[in-house]
């Protein structure tokens, strides 16, 4: 457990000192001090649009964040041989896996909390100043971003995953990004082939395949509050703790697999 | 030394073209189009996860595309393409109330587009069921342009009850019922609508369409004056100012010409109304033979 910490706390050092996130984070701070401008354009609904703004702001960055970070996290110290010495150690495999893994998550979660603190900063100094009698549905924005934070966490866990198979960076990068894409769009496709729009001359297999996919790749979906958030809609208690526990056994699969490849490795 | 004055040199040769590009860009660019958007399916999935924000950018696009096409270059905006980048909007969000608003504003005064309007407004309000403005708008197309104040009525009543501390739209669900005068209720209606129009485009539709309905209400009110005096209709608008009962005749804002119909109501050449095609393109209102109907 110790091991896990001490490569937890040197990867949390190593990424709130990476370049890469710090600029990052100077443009999500861009972005979000735009957030005025762009609501500025709504004829009907400002502050809805403000809120929609800030969280895709966040989730598009955070989303961006995950796939660099993730794979700056063990494959570029694979290439590089850094962690040669230290895999060299008795130490257990696992512990490298979980303490890198839980260092990711301290940086995605300070990412997503910087971000998320800084545009309700900004929502709340405009809403106040339009002095118009809406209020800031705070703990919707909070579990909007709990999502981001769920949707990040599982793709790390995959990136984790393919890090630990792949040879070059290159393929973890890249089916990452599939995943991604897969996972973010599997739901709709699902939703669109049950609605009955396509014709009776949709192939039955690629149906098939559809469901397959839905069910092994991850629903990216499941964690998108953000409407809950921008229209100050009701959301379940329920609905939040089904997101959360299927986003952590998902991530807690793929880190279990990571494991075992990893240990099986030859380096 | 050197550097510094061709620094110099370049800033002003940017400042120069800066200053004069404008100009030649206006004279030179092709016209102005609002591109259809790719099937919903392609931009559910090309959102990433950001459905609501892609909504809002095609929303932005479509008010930028109308801005510039009506009130920068003076011509007249695609409607037919508005109504689809409208609906592929509210199709990714169908809550993003922007959409509703602004096609209620640029699309209600066409007779022929109202059936699809009232499907994108129910499609709003089954998805926003607390906003007033939804039933308000639907209420108000079914009882001015298709005349059908039975499904007017259901709709403001429905606009009055989520909106209980405005008496308006409970006297205008009154009079759709009885019957009452449509210009007036028109001029109500428009009020209401200059009233929360925070966009300058939209708001100067509306002040027009109100000061045509207010020169129709004014000559109305001058035919029953004439008919009380004389005891017959008059034949020609022109007979209101022969006999003194007006000292002249209101304009058209939209450029035509008031006359009095069959039926004893007056009605402008030009219709009150814009075009609606099917392939896209929009009409100005035009002067045509027949007898024309009068939309609100």
Redesign the interface.
């Known amino acids: 457990m110790q091991s896990i910490i001490a490569f937890a706390l040197t990867t949390l050092k190593g990424g709130v000192r990476d370049r890469l996130l710090q600029g990052l984070i100077l443009v999500g701070f861009l972005l979000i001090a735009s957030t005025a401008m762009f609501s500025s354009?709504?004829?009907?609904?400002p502050v809805?649009?403000a809120i929609?703004?800030g969280l895709?702001v966040i989730?598009?960055l955070s989303?961006i964040m995950t796939l660099f970070f993730g794979l700056n996290l063990i494959s570029r110290e694979l290439d590089s041989k850094e962690n040669h010495f230290i895999l060299s150690q008795p130490i257990p495999r696992s512990s490298y896996i979980m303490g890198k893994y839980s260092g990711f998550l301290l940086n995605i979660f300070l990412i997503v909390a910087i971000l998320g603190f800084f545009s309700t900063a900004g929502l709340l100094l405009m809403i106040s100043g339009a002095n118009n009698g809406i209020s800031f549905p705070l703990v919707k924005f909070v579990s909007a971003l709990c999502g981001i934070f769920f949707?990040c966490a599982i793709l790390g866990a995959v990136i984790v995953l393919f890090t630990s198979v792949a040879t070059s960076s290159i393929f973890p990068f890249l089916m990452s990004c599939a995943v991604?894409?897969v996972g973010?769009?599997t739901q709709?496709?699902k939703r669109?082939l049950a609605s009955g729009m396509v014709g009776k001359d949709f192939p039955p297999v690629f149906r098939v395949l559809s469901d397959i996919i839905y069910y092994i790749f991850p629903n990216?979906?499941l964690f998108?509050f953000?409407?809950y958030a921008?229209?100050g809609l009701p959301l379940s208690g329920r609905l939040l703790l089904v997101s959360a526990a299927y986003g952590g056994a998902y991530a807690a699969v793929c880190l279990f697999f990571a494991v075992i490849l990893f240990e099986r490795r030859d380096i | 030394m050197k550097r510094v004055g061709l620094g110099i040199l370049l800033l002003l040769v940017v400042a120069l073209t800066t200053y004069y590009y404008p100009k030649i860009q206006e004279t030179y660019e092709p016209p102005l189009r609002l591109h259809r958007l790719p099937p919903i399916l392609a931009l559910r999935i090309g959102s990433f996860g950001n459905k609501e924000l892609l909504s809002a950018l095609i929303f932005y696009n479509t008010e930028f595309y109308f801005g510039e096409k009506a009130g920068f270059r003076k011509e007249t905006p695609e409607l037919k393409l508005i109504y689809d980048a409208l609906n592929k909007a509210t199709d990714l969000d169908p809550r993003n109330m922007d959409c509703y608003y602004f096609a209620q504003g640029t699309l209600s005064w066409i007779k022929p587009a109202i059936p699809v309007l009232n499907r994108l407004l129910k499609k709003g309000f089954k998805h926003r069921p607390w906003d007033w403005y939804l039933p308000f708008f639907i209420g108000a197309n079914y009882y001015f342009q298709l005349k059908d104040p039975i499904h007017a009525a259901k709709y403001m009543k429905e606009a009055a009850r989520l909106n209980p501390r405005s008496p308006l739209y409970a006297m205008l669900a009154a009079r759709m019922l009885y019957q009452g005068n449509q210009t007036e209720a028109g001029i109500i209606y428009l009020k209401s609508l200059i009233r929360e129009a925070a966009n300058p485009i939209l708001r100067k539709k509306f002040e027009k369409r109100l000061h045509a309905l207010e020169a129709i209400f004014f000559l109305e009110k001058g035919i029953k004056r004439y008919e009380n005096k004389f005891g017959k209709r008059p034949v020609k608008i022109g007979d209101l100012v022969k006999a003194g009962i007006i000292s002249e005749i209101p304009t058209d804002p939209y450029g035509g010409v008031f006359y009095i119909g069959k039926d004893g109501r007056v009605y402008s050449t030009s219709k009150l109304a814009e075009g609606w095609r099917k392939n896209g393109s929009h009409k100005d209102s035009k002067i045509k033979k027949g007898v024309p109907k009068r939309g609100t």
């Not at chain 1, 354009?41 to 609904?45: H, I, Y």
């Open positions: 354009f709504s004829m009907r609904q809805e649009v929609n703004y895709s989730h598009i989303i949707s991604y894409a973010e769009n709709t496709v669109y990216f979906a998108d953000k409407a921008i229209y």
